[in-house]
């Protein structure tokens, strides 16, 4: 299994988005995991849940004191069969 972190958004609360664990399935499709049960419904709700698979792709963030960063975002849930 090949991890890599993917950046979800986050839909309230703080506006933007969280660097999240994923597994790399195949192509651009990600299946989302959740290492540190940082996840909440609750206060913190992410587009995608632990355990959706989803697509990625590249995209600028603005990252620490306005830079710009590279980073992989994911924007469309996978619905077909792994």
């Known amino acids: 299994m090949v991890e890599r972190d993917?950046?979800?958004k986050v839909i309230e609360g703080s506006?933007?988005?969280e660097p999240i664990k994923a597994e790399h399935i195949r192509d651009d499709i990600f299946?989302?995991?959740?290492?540190?049960n940082s996840y909440d419904e609750?206060?913190?709700p992410w587009e995608f849940k632990p355990g959706d698979e989803v697509y990625c792709r590249e995209k600028n963030l603005s990252?620490?004191?306005g830079k710009n960063?590279?980073?992989?975002v994911a924007f469309k849930k996978y619905e077909g069969k792994i």
């Open 69 to 72: 960063m590279r980073c992989l």
């Open 15 to 17: 506006e933007g988005y």
């Open 6 to 8: 993917i950046y979800i």
């Open 42 to 44: 609750i206060y913190n």
């Open 63 to 65: 990252g620490i004191g």
């Open 31 to 36: 299946r989302v995991l959740d290492e540190n």
